[in-house]
């Protein structure tokens, strides 16, 4: 039972460069999350899903798509990276939504140049 | 709209002391809360969670937490502050039946 699983762990792109980000889980989880943590500035949500086929914008959701082809997998894309997209990722996962505990990937810290 | 406030971005403590470590919460709603916590170079952690069973919850590693509606808080305290206590702290709020918001962090250091 791995949990919650990010690839890759380090990345570091050129603005304008393209890159997919994968989340997985391993808990039968509906609920999955794409957050950022900045300095500061906590965890902020991207997007997320409340099950397969489905996606939903968060508090920071511009610049960023994602899908959720396979209940177990969340992609998280950046068409075309950004300085301002330099950051620590981190996906979560749960059961039940806001009242259900939330179980974190170990994070993909990426740099854009 | 629903919004967690964690007062101090920074909080030490020498070892063997007290960990207070503030939240307060804005909710239309009956709030569930949760507190956080994230080692370094890790992910985030379940400490404990408040979902109007009882006003006080009991966590993991010591920690517990108060839920007090009249002041909208849910301070996170441990009698005895470890070394092993130091970690960035995250204090959420149920937005909507989907997401949560979270606070900013306290970073929390422990001096022997």
């Known amino acids: 039972n791995a949990g919650v699983t990010q690839t890759p762990k380090f990345r570091v792109l050129k603005t304008g460069q393209s890159m997919t980000l994968l989340c997985a889980q391993d808990?039968?989880?509906?609920?999955m999350y794409w957050y950022r943590q900045d300095p500061g500035m906590g965890l902020r949500l991207i997007h997320y899903?409340?099950?397969?086929?489905?996606?939903a914008k968060g508090e920071v959701p511009d610049g960023y798509n994602v899908s959720r082809l396979k209940k177990q997998n969340f992609l998280l894309g950046l068409e075309s990276a950004a300085p301002s997209q330099t950051s620590v990722y981190f996906c979560?996962?749960?059961?039940?939504?806001?009242?259900?505990?939330?179980?974190f990937g170990p994070g993909t810290r990426l740099t854009v140049l | 709209a629903q919004s967690v406030t964690q007062l101090g971005s920074h909080v030490s403590v020498s070892e063997g002391a007290l960990v207070l470590l503030r939240c307060n919460y804005s909710?239309?709603?009956?709030?569930?809360l949760f507190w956080y916590v994230q080692y370094p170079n890790q992910g985030l952690q379940l400490l404990l969670k408040?979902?109007?069973?009882?006003?006080l919850v009991k966590g993991i590693n010591g920690f517990e937490a108060e839920f007090k509606k009249s002041e909208t808080s849910f301070h996170l305290t441990k009698p005895s502050a470890h070394m092993s206590d130091a970690a960035e702290y995250f204090c959420?709020?149920?937005?909507?039946?989907?997401?949560?918001?979270f606070g900013t962090g306290t970073r929390l250091q422990v001096f022997p």
């Open positions: 979560a996962s749960c059961y039940g939504g806001s009242t259900d505990t939330q179980y």
């Open positions: 808990m039968n989880h509906e609920y």
């Open positions: 899903s409340v099950g397969e086929g489905t996606t």
């Open positions: 909710s239309s709603v009956p709030p569930y």
């Open positions: 408040y979902t109007s069973a009882a006003t």
């Open positions: 959420a709020v149920s937005a909507d039946t989907d997401k949560l918001i």
